[in-house]
């Protein structure tokens, strides 16, 4: 028996990738996009007032781990959100077995799938403290934090597995780098005041859920002003791009252009509208896709090490973290 379980042990060691062939790829691009789909399903829980659909964490209820039919439809949101979290486990452990056999050659996929598949219990502990501080605006926002920074990372994975890891820093213009560093701290800054404006406004996530008190009205217009600021840092940085800049920052600056356009556009529509439900599900999950963007942009300022070593150049600085 201890054969065959050996033999099995090796055969499936062997099965395991050694390179970032077609099941990295696919794993990391799910890695990506299920961070981005539990911000919209964790936006449906709080737009549909089902926050407290299950009162009690980690149980659904106090007799049940599952929702029951008595909950009602507040009661299947939520437990359907608690569901998808273990779809992210899943999706972690198998990222970190496609890339243990490269952690040598590899160590920064290995840390980004490590980071990766610690996030996820980390939010749903805090996701449980939500719950049970009767939804706490500024804990329902640092849970979209931490939302927003484990879609960073699987999109680095993203990249990484895509380019290999980082090498020399592109040659740019000297401006191009400070721009897109400010660009990216702007967006960060954004993202944070429409976080402090969501928790001030109507959508509490249950009826009797507190709001932070804050004046919404004039945190709508605070929330603006680094969304601009950083709207003009995305045109500077496609300006330069599209004269100087490698394939990818090109690509990566026009998606940035692209989603903040649209990610305006929707902001204004929502303030104007009163705050539709459809709406602000939608910001927060363009907020999202922002951060990622955002990411692409910073990591496309390097080269893949491996390109620089097939031309020959010297590394000016090599680097291999995410």
Do not use: K
């Given at each position: 028996m201890r054969a065959v379980n050996r033999l099995w042990r090796s055969r499936v060691w062997q099965w395991l990738p050694t390179t970032t062939d077609r099941r990295v790829r696919f794993i990391a691009w799910a890695s990506l996009v299920s961070q981005t789909l539990i911000v919209g399903t964790?936006?449906?829980?709080?737009?549909?007032?089902?926050?407290?659909?299950?009162?009690?964490?980690?149980?659904?209820?106090?007799?049940?781990?599952?929702?029951?039919?008595?909950?009602?439809?507040?009661?299947?949101?939520?437990?359907?959100?608690?569901?998808?979290?273990?779809?992210?486990?899943?999706?972690?452990?198998v990222a970190f077995t496609f890339v243990v056999r490269m952690r040598r050659e590899r160590p920064e996929l290995l840390r980004l799938s490590v980071a990766l598949g610690l996030g996820i219990p980390a939010q749903a502990i805090i996701g449980g403290i939500t719950v049970l501080t009767n939804l706490n605006p500024w804990i329902v926002g640092f849970h979209f934090i931490v939302s927003a920074v484990l879609v960073a990372l699987a999109t680095a994975f993203v990249v990484r597995v895509y380019r290999g890891p980082a090498g020399a820093l592109e040659?740019?213009?000297?401006?191009?780098?400070?721009?897109?560093?400010?660009?990216?701290?702007?967006?960060?800054?954004?993202?944070?005041?429409?976080?402090?404006?969501t928790g001030s406004g109507p959508h509490a996530?249950?009826?009797?859920?507190?709001?932070?008190?804050?004046?919404?009205?004039?945190?709508?217009?605070?929330?603006?002003?680094?969304?601009?600021?950083?709207?003009?840092?995305?045109?500077?940085?496609?300006?330069?791009?599209?004269?100087?800049?490698?394939?990818?920052?090109?690509?990566?600056?026009?998606?940035?252009?692209?989603?903040?356009?649209?990610?305006?556009?929707?902001g204004l529509a929502q303030a104007r509208l009163g705050l539709p439900v459809v709406l602000v599900g939608v910001h927060m999950v363009l907020a999202c896709v922002?951060?990622?963007?955002?990411?692409?942009?910073?990591?496309?300022?390097?080269?893949p090490r491996a390109a620089i070593a097939a031309e020959g150049a010297p590394a000016v600085r090599d680097e291999v973290t995410a």
């Open positions: 964790g936006g449906a829980v709080r737009l549909t007032g089902s926050g407290l659909g299950c009162p009690t964490w980690p149980r659904c209820t106090v007799d049940s781990f599952v929702a029951t039919p008595e909950m009602g439809i507040h009661g299947l949101v939520e437990f359907g959100n608690r569901l998808l979290t273990f779809v992210l486990v899943i999706i972690a452990i040659p740019l213009p000297r401006a191009v780098r400070p721009l897109a560093i400010a660009t990216a701290v702007i967006v960060w800054i954004t993202v944070l005041v429409g976080i402090v404006v996530g249950d009826g009797g859920a507190a709001r932070n008190g804050l004046d919404s009205e004039f945190w709508q217009h605070v929330h603006s002003w680094p969304a601009y600021a950083s709207f003009a840092g995305s045109i500077l940085l496609l300006l330069f791009a599209v004269r100087t800049g490698p394939d990818l920052l090109r690509t990566a600056s026009l998606a940035l252009v692209a989603v903040e356009l649209i990610q305006i556009a929707v922002l951060v990622a963007v955002m990411t692409l942009v910073l990591l496309s300022l390097r080269a």
